[in-house]
């Protein structure tokens, strides 16, 4: 939810800074803007309602000249997206420009007593808000920027990363974060800012990721950079390698990153599960579990807290850990977790799951039931992220960095990473059988394959599509493990093609939506053939005898439904609790093929964002 970055360096920074907000530009696209401090240490300022792209045009006759600049690519939060509304912004006199990601809870204080003292205001944002404050303790206190935006923060209440830059002052660059991601890469007599480490990997592997409450004051051409936190301590910032290719954060050949997402879900899934999965013992190994096994013994229950698509893979784990494990789970969404006083006791285990480990109300939930006492173990995708900080144990997917705003390769590495959590607790635990674990663990391992195999059929899927792009409502049914999958199929048709969708407990249908049903409505039916099977048959006739349209996704050599259904996909036979991470496949490539059709931006959806670091 908004992307910002940096550079100080000797290169020219306007091109490193264009190029990292398009590596950023899924964190937010309503507007985009770029500052930069010329030879002659004169600040410009150049921001547009749009895309980068549109920045790009703007700027094309402009003076970008520069070896040190800040640039934003908004989603926007306070105030309409629109040129004004965009990032930077100037301070009053033109003197400081400000890039933020995050939201100042109390700048409506702050702006009224600035109106006061004379200041005025023309955009709605808060970030302006900010600014302004900074230049006014500035002038009151005749204090450096870099002590100006120390006082100003431990005046202000909400979140933010922030970079700010002063005229006349080429060799400083100040920033500082809390509650939103900021890493500092560390190249050669040059830095970098950058939400997360795209906009940087290109440069140098070297970060550091700055802590919440922490102030960074970086020199030109210093060897090492001033990091203070409020309280005004100096700290020894520390540098870490970032595990990421550049190959990863690039198309590499496909028209968008949802659909290179999807088909490298079976890569993602043998990164989540190497050394993991261990198919000659036919045994699992998570050393965040083993270590911390006597937690989960003595846990009365679990919690599972998350939010959008990582939610609807926590509903799996619930499923999951129930059956295996025998233990208590609730599963919460994190924002109403949040906010109504929930029961948490010091013998809870609070597993959190996130691809970005920085949606805000996820780790507003985290430290709610930290504060409480509870063990909090992490899914997290992102390396460093502040949900990987917080946690106090936890396992990586390992997906690689997740680019399309919808959510896919991250939903089904979090679904195996709570397989692999639920087996080895089940055999910690002694829920589950010897032979049943060694089982599942050789069947989680051949997932792969089969999703390789439902990938072959994405034309089959595509030619499928066209034929629903009429369609302005959809309904997503599945039963127990496919339940939470029919919930995740019509999350991703609504954010990208636009068309309304639900998703249901089959056997709902009869307690309300089936009146919905008519000849006009597409149904995706989860339906693989286990315990359940007879009865989703009968909710399918129940669909087809309202003349219902089913698109039905069953097991390899159903040829019951196949009767029945007007479409359906196969997919290949495996344990009925790894279902969810073959049945999604379909669903995601359906959604991807209808939105492509209908002309949608599908790494670009309207009024979307990755990463949603605001409440
Ligand atoms: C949907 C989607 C969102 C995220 C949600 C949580 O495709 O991407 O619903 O799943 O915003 O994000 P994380 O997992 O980063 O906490």
Sequence with gaps: MCGIVGYIGNKDAYPILIKGLHRLEYRGYDSAGIALLDNNAELHVYKTRGK???????????????????????????????????????????NLALIHNGIIEN?????????????????????????????????????????????????????????????????????????????????????????????????TKDVIYLNDEEIVEIKRGAKEIVVKNLANIELKPKIQKIQMDLSEI???????????????????LIMCMNGRVQTELQDIMLSGIRENIEKFRKARRILITACGTSWHAALIGKYLIEYYCKLPVEVEVA?????????????????????????????????????????????????????????????????????????????????????????????????IEISLYKQLVKALFEITNKIEKIILKADEIKNMSKIFTYAHNFMYLGRGYNYPVALEGALKLKEISYIHAEGYPAAEMKHGPIALIDEEMPIVVIAPKFKMYDKIVSNIEELKARKGRIIAIVSEGDTTISNIADYVIEIPNT?????????????????????????????????????????
Excluded at 136 to 165: D, P, R
Aim: aromatic fraction near 8%; glycine fraction near 8%.
């Design 52 to 94: 980068v792209i549109n920045l790009e045009q703007f700027c094309k006759d402009k003076n970008i000249n520069g070896t040190i600049g800040i640039a934003h690519t908004r989603w926007a939060t306070h105030g309409e997206p629109s040129d004004i509304n965009a990032h930077p912004h100037y301070s009053q006199s033109e």
């Design 107 to 203: 700048y409506l204080a702050l702006k009224q007593m600035l109106e006061l003292k004379g200041f005025k205001f023309i955009s709605q944002t808060d970030t302006e808000v900010l600014v302004q404050f900074i230049e006014y303790i500035m002038n009151e206190e005749q204090c450096s920027l870099y002590e100006a935006v120390h006082q100003a923060l431990s005046q202000v209440v909400g979140a933010y990363a922030i970079g700010v830059l002063e005229k006349g002052n080429p060799n400083t660059l100040v920033a500082a974060r809390k509650g939103s991601p900021l890493i500092i890469g560390v190249g050669k007599d040059e830095y970098f800012l950058g939400s997360d480490a795209s906009p940087i990997v290109e440069y």
């Design 250 to 268: 690039e198309k590499g050949g496909f028209p968008h990153f949802m659909l290179k997402e999807i088909f490298e879900q079976p890569k993602s």
């Design 335 to 431: 924002s109403e977790f949040r906010y109504r006083n929930p029961v948490i006791f010091e013998d809870d285990v609070m597993i959190a799951i996130s691809q970005s480990g920085e949606t805000a109300d996820t780790l507003a939930a985290i430290e709610l039931a930290k504060g409480k006492g509870a063990f909090i173990y992490g899914i997290c995708n992102v390396v460093g992220s502040s949900l990987a900080r917080v946690t106090h144990s936890g396992t990586y997917t390992h997906a690689g960095p997740e680019i399309g705003v919808a959510s896919t390769k991250a939903f089904t590495t979090q679904v195996a990473v709570l397989t692999m959590i639920t087996l080895l607790l089940g055999k910690e635990l002694g829920t």
């Design 575 to 615: 344990e009925e609790c790894l279902t969810p991470l073959l049945t999604v496949i379909p669903l995601q490539l359906l959604s991807y093929y209808i939105a492509t059709a209908k002309g949608r931006n599908v790494d670009q959806p309207r009024n979307l964002a990755k990463s949603v670091t605001v409440e």
